[in-house]
């Protein structure tokens, strides 16, 4: 079925409409029946919960099998992460439905990009609004990074960090995740911890600079050592953040530092990163393509993994595009 057709069905009230719900992510956990409740209002929903990603997996297929117009994901980054995962590893483009999230994780980078809703309750009652008076919300075709490296399975996801962008996200899933604190109160105390042992000198451990020696991205390539580096197809991050500055016309943006001073932080997360000079170790791009030589953990949408240079450079590129309801 073409998209031009599903949109259609959309607009004329004829759409299959499936809705993936993560009872276990981050908010939904705390108000799953609230966030059901508002859920069941979209009209013609079937809601099917999954909690693992085997369970993602069989659900998102048989959505498919059904023939879902309009597929909804209702939890974190890490859920939809895995959807695109099983999407593009097992299903042609061309069948895809067209997809909506809805912010119900303890982080919600992707969804906070794609929806102006913050509150889950609030941005199905919008979604279900748009449904019930046949007004089809904007649709935003995004591209999805495409990792991989010899030896593993290929990965795809929105963001893409190593570093300690990547030290960061694997501490968070320890002591301060148990707390039950979530959205951005809980990545800004992560975010400040880390930002206090940068200023305070800190360079081993989880401050350790990550452990890349070549990095190939817009035709150059830097070598050395580098505090940070990731990738993304989001135009905003979170806290609104939008620490890129490059240029060219490209699908995914990439910024890797090597120093970080107090100075240049606000710079980089108001979106002034453009003054921010190479030669004292900032860059920015925007590129199709990125190779890294690494030995390091890296994340992709909140989710850890672990390269190694032995089995060759780690590649990612632009994949898609995919299209999503935006509202």
Known sequence: MTEELRIKKLQTGEAKIGLLFNPLSGRIRKRKKVIKHALVEIPGVIIREATN??????????????GVDLLVIAGGDGTVQAVLNHLFTVH?????????VIPGGTTNMTALDLVNYDVPEDAARRLS????????????RRHVLCI??????????????????ARAVIFSRSGIKQMGITGEIYSGLIVLFYLAGLFLGRRKGSWAPARMTTIKVGGKTCNGSHLFLFASVLDR???????YWGEEQEPFHVTFIKQLRIK??????VGRGAV??????????????????IDDDYIVDGESYRASSQNGPLNITAAGPVTFLTW
């Open 53 to 66: 990603v085997s369970e993602f997996n069989a659900t998102v297929s048989d959505f498919l099998l059904t």
């Open 129 to 140: 609004q748009y449904l019930l008076t046949r007004t089809l919300p904007s649709l935003l």
């Open 237 to 243: 991050l979170l806290f609104n953040m939008r620490p």
């Open 148 to 165: 991989e490296q010899t030896g593993s399975a290929k990965v795809y996801g929105m963001f893409f960090g190593v570093g300690i962008i």
């Open 276 to 293: 921010l000079k190479e030669h004292n170790g900032y860059h920015s791009h925007n590129s199709s393509a990125l190779e890294l030589v």
């Open 264 to 269: 240049d932080v606000m710079r980089m997360i």
């Open 92 to 100: 042609p483009l061309e069948n895809w439905p067209i997809l909506a």
